[in-house]
């Protein structure tokens, strides 16, 4: 499948104007990394998918329509974003712990084991019963049957993923649950009568003043459409909680940050994050601590969704809705909020509640097994970037922007869910390219054309650009990253 004919498998499948196609083009072929699986088209598709909603969210507000191209070198580099991040000319940071990898089985299998947080590498070493190296959690992986250790390690709530074929995987009572979901769902969230907001502009609220124009009437809302914004942005106005971390929720908050939103990341002080990837993915974000296991920071969220449009998390499902912050409770608080969920293994079905990360999912599902059967590897194989995290963020963002434009036209309030593990089963579906895994591997030098710098309280960044050229609203960051925890919790801050 083509880029292009991806791209028109998304708009179709959020109900878009096929007429907004015509504004679009996506170059470039596979395989531009060295991968069976087509993700060329997976980015192009995906960034082309989001970058056309802001220009329909901007052909609402203006009634001007623009040229969107996406270039496929370019959307591949910023699927490798975090690889490429560099500071004050530095080497390239460490993303992985150096527990996490392949192990060997007593019964001939390969299991990995995503030991990236401190607790996760100690509740493995601690199931285990070994010593806290690589040599010893080898030797006790040997002394294990594959699925035996992968279902004990879930169990435990710990991460993991036996490597599995992708009849293996098909076989599963999770992929088969996942099988009945569509690759994304943006639904109206019904049965809460205080939610059903009336039509809402996008970037229009209640109690903003000035006047701004979306091509049918003057509405109040120059108060949220920062001083300094470049024109009339896609999404200037529009405030987004953003709930995440790691990758692809993160990507989902830049994404609609790089197009004007005021995007306010809120992080518990007590969770761990990978530092390279706060910076990677915070560019165009406020950051702010609050705790929801305390009364009062639970109060001050509430009251920050309650002035918010898009509440984004990434938890896995049913966590947050345990702190009374559930579509439901949201959109009785806030009518007119788009609610986005983004999970690993899909909201339904045995591994709901399964923790998971591209890698594993990757793993689990057979897009690791076919890659290491097709290159002839001696050990497992991933894709050469954490395709699954990126697609998801980006789908995410443009099922929040295909929302803010339903609300638009149909008011309501409204709920859109992804997960990696539904990309993964599309990407799966795109079918692969024989000796794809032969093509060239970018490094650094070979994009830095396509870099950009940015001076940060981390010192001078060297990051991706937005892959998405825009005729009339360039993409860009507002905001360099900051230090998590940097700003007071309030949008008027």
Not at 318 to 336: I, M, N
Not at 345 to 359: E, I, N
Request: charged letters at 20%; hydrophobic letters at 45%.
């Amino acid at each position: 499948m083509t880029a292009f004919r991806a791209l028109e498998h998304l708009w179709s499948l959020a109900g878009c104007p096929a007429t907004a196609l015509d504004d679009i083009r996506l170059t470039g072929d596979d395989p531009g990394l060295p991968s069976v699986y087509r993700v060329g088209a997976l980015a192009n598709a995906t960034i082309g998918a989001a970058a056309l909603a802001a220009a329909e969210c901007h052909r609402l507000r203006t009634g001007r329509r623009q040229r969107v191209e996406v270039e496929q070198r370019r959307a591949l580099a910023v699927f490798r974003s975090e690889r490429y991040l560099r500071i004050d000319d530095g080497a390239a940071p460490e993303l992985r712990d150096p527990l996490m990898g392949f192990y060997a089985t007593r019964d001939g299998r390969w299991i990995q084991l995503h030991t990236n947080f401190p607790h996760h590498r100690r509740g493995v070493v601690k199931l285990l019963g070994c010593a806290d190296d690589h040599a010893a959690v080898s030797a006790a992986i040997r002394e294990r049957d594959g699925a035996a250790l992968d279902q004990a390690l879930a169990d435990a709530g710990l991460c993991a993923a036996l490597i599995r074929s992708p009849n293996e995987w098909a076989a599963l009572e999770q992929a088969r649950a996942l099988a009945l979901l569509p690759l994304f769902e943006i639904e109206r969230i019904d049965g809460v009568a205080e939610g059903d907001a009336a039509p809402m502009p996008i970037g229009a609220h209640a109690g903003a003043s000035g006047e701004f124009n979306d091509g049918r009437a003057t509405f109040d809302v120059a108060s949220r459409v920062r001083p300094g914004s470049l024109g009339t942005r896609p999404l200037a106005g529009v405030r987004v909680l953003d709930l995440s971390r790691i990758i692809a929720g993160p990507v989902a908050g830049r994404t609609l940050a790089q197009h004007g939103a005021d995007v306010m990341l809120v992080n518990g002080p007590h969770l761990p994050n990978i530092a390279p990837l706060v910076i990677d993915n915070g560019r165009g974000k406020r950051s702010a601590f609050l705790d929801v296991r305390r009364a009062d920071e639970r109060a001050t969220l509430f009251a920050l969704a309650q002035e918010a449009d898009v509440f984004l998390q990434a938890y896995r499902p049913g966590a947050l809705a345990a702190h009374g912050f559930s579509p439901e409770a949201l959109a009785r608080a806030r009518p007119g909020i788009v609610y986005v969920s983004i999970c690993a293994y899909g909201p339904t079905g045995p591994w709901a509640q399964r923790r998971g990360f591209d890698s594993l999912v990757q793993s689990a599902s057979g897009i690791a097994w076919t890659e290491t059967e097709a290159a002839g590897a001696a050990s497992p194989k991933h894709l050469p970037c954490q395709a699954l995290d990126h697609a998801t963020g980006y789908l995410a963002a443009f099922g929040a922007m295909v929302a803010l434009m339903r609300r638009a036209a149909e008011g309501g309030s409204w709920h859109v869910r992804v997960s990696l593990a539904q990309t993964g089963r599309w990407l799966q579906s795109l079918g692969t390219i024989a000796d794809g895994w032969r093509a060239p591997d970018p490094g650094l030098d070979d994009v830095r054309d396509l870099m950009q710098t940015m001076e940060t309280p981390f010192g001078k960044v060297l990051a991706t650009a937005p892959a998405e050229c825009m005729s009339a609203t360039p993409p860009g960051f507002d905001r360099p990253p900051v230090p998590l925890g940097t700003d007071v919790a309030r949008w008027d801050a």
